[in-house]
T-cell receptor
C-alpha cells in the first residue's frame, strides 16, 4: 500500500470553529489532492498541489484553504466550519500527471454540529 | 470539459452472475479512464485503467473494462460475482496532460447469496 496517512480519522466539531486535516505521504509523490465524498456526488476535488507551496483550487474550494510546506505534508483547513462541510475527506497522491494512478488515504470523517 | 455518468446508483446481482457496471464519459481530448473500488470505511483502490493501446483492459480481482470511443463508454464487467465484490465502484476520467481526476457518482454493488 502507498504510504498515505490522514489524521485525524474522525472528528466532530462545532459550527464556526477552525479545523485542520492533515495528509502525510511517504511516497515522495509530487501531486497531492483533497477530495470530499458525499452521497450522490461521488468525489469532488477541493484543492490540489503540484509541488511545495504550489496549490490551486478545485471545483468545490469555497470555505477551504490548503498549505504545502513540505513534499510529504498537505494540510486542509476549514477556517470556520459549517454544517455543509460535514463529509468524508480523502487525500490522494500521484507521481506524474494523468496516466499514473492516484493513491488514496483512508479518509477522515468530519461532522460539524 | 470532462464529466462521468454512472448509470445505476445501486446494482444487485446473484453470486456467480455477471457483473456489469456502466460508465459513460465526455471529454474534449483523448481520455484516460479509471475504475476504482471502495470497501466500507476504506479509501479508494485502483481496479484498472485505460491510457492508450489495447481497448480491453484487465484489472485485479477478475474485473475488466472495454474502452469504446464511438460510444464514449468504459463499462466494467466480471463474469462471475463473488460475495467479496460487494463494494462501491467509481468510474473516473482524466484528460491527457491534466492533473485531476473527475469521478462519477458511484455504483454500490450488492451480491446476493
Amino acid at each position: 500500500d502507498a504510504g498515505i496517512t490522514q489524521s485525524p480519522r474522525h472528528k466532530v466539531t462545532e459550527t464556526g470553529t477552525p479545523v485542520t486535516l492533515r495528509c502525510h505521504q511517504t511516497e515522495n509523490h509530487r501531486y497531492m489532492y483533497w477530495y470530499r465524498q458525499d452521497p450522490g456526488h461521488g468525489l469532488r476535488l477541493i484543492h490540489y498541489s503540484y509541488g511545495v507551496k504550489d496549490t490551486d483550487k478545485g471545483e468545490v474550494s469555497d470555505g477551504y484553504s490548503v498549505s504545502r510546506s513540505k513534499t510529504e505534508d498537505f494540510l486542509l483547513t476549514l477556517e470556520s466550519a459549517t454544517s455543509s462541510q460535514t463529509s468524508v475527506y480523502f487525500c490522494a497522491t500521484n507521481s506524474v500527471l494523468a496516466a499514473a494512478e492516484a493513491f488514496f488515504g483512508q479518509g477522515t470523517r468530519l461532522t460539524v454540529v | 470539459a470532462q464529466s462521468v455518468t454512472q448509470l445505476g446508483s445501486h446494482v444487485s446481482v446473484s453470486e456467480g452472475a455477471l457483473v456489469l457496471l456502466r460508465c459513460n464519459y465526455s471529454s474534449s481530448v483523448p481520455p484516460y479512464l479509471f475504475w476504482y473500488v471502495q470497501y466500507p470505511n476504506q479509501g479508494l483502490q485502483l481496479l484498472l485503467k485505460y491510457t492508450t493501446g489495447a481497448t480491453l483492459v484487465k484489472g485485479i480481482n477478475g474485473f475488466e473494462a472495454e474502452f469504446k470511443k464511438s460510444e464514449t463508454s468504459f463499462h466494467l464487467t466480471k463474469p462471475s460475482a463473488h460475495m467479496s465484490d460487494a463494494a462501491e465502484y467509481f468510474c473516473a476520467v482524466s484528460e491527457t496532460g491534466a492533473n485531476n481526476l473527475f469521478f462519477g457518482t458511484g455504483t454500490r454493488l450488492t451480491v446476493i447469496p
